[in-house]
């Protein structure tokens, strides 16, 4: 599993023109789901995602985390997080998970989130979205399964 944060003053999710999700400071999610990822493995990734210390103190020190801040969450599946440049010029996909799979573990990552922020957006599974954001920094972490947690 692969998730891609960026701290954002702002950032939103549109499919055919129409804003579906939008948030104010807070992180940007790009969430990869490959072949093996499980809901055991999405909730060590979320308390990971949720206990990261990138936003400011009073010191303009990285020590406070999102709920510290209130900060906000917009969360967009992105199964090109997977993608494979090993061989040629066109990106193979082949250990992004399979659609249905991934679906259902993307749409529990939103739930497990809401369940510890209040204000958690997300985009739409499959569609073509346009994703609008201002980086906060900028300030992107890369959180991957297999180099943190060897899965």
């Keep these: 599993m692969r998730f891609v944060i960026q701290r954002v003053k702002e950032a939103d ?41 990138i936003f400011e103190d009073e010191n303009g020190k990285t020590n406070l ?3 510290t801040v209130h900060g ?41 989130c809401k369940e510890e922020l209040p204000n958690v957006q997300s985009g739409s599974f499959g569609a073509d979205m346009k994703v609008s954001l201002i980086n906060d920094g900028p300030f992107t972490i890369i959180l991957d399964s297999e180099e943190i947690f060897g899965e």
Excluded: H, W
Excluded at 27 to 52: E, P, R
Excluded at 90 to 109: H, K, T, V
């Design 65 to 67: 985390d999102i709920k």
């Design 13 to 53: 999710v549109k499919v055919e023109g129409d804003v579906i999700g939008e948030i104010k400071q807070g992180f940007l999610v790009l969430v990869g789901v490959s072949q093996s990822d499980t809901k055991t493995l999405a909730d060590k990734m979320i308390k990971k995602l949720i206990g990261l210390r």
């Design 72 to 112: 906000k969450m917009l969360i967009i599946s992105q199964f090109t997080l997977y993608a494979d440049c090993k061989k040629g010029n066109r990106p193979s996909f082949i250990r992004a998970g399979a659609p249905d799979a991934a679906s259902q573990l993307y749409e529990y990552i939103i739930e497990k």
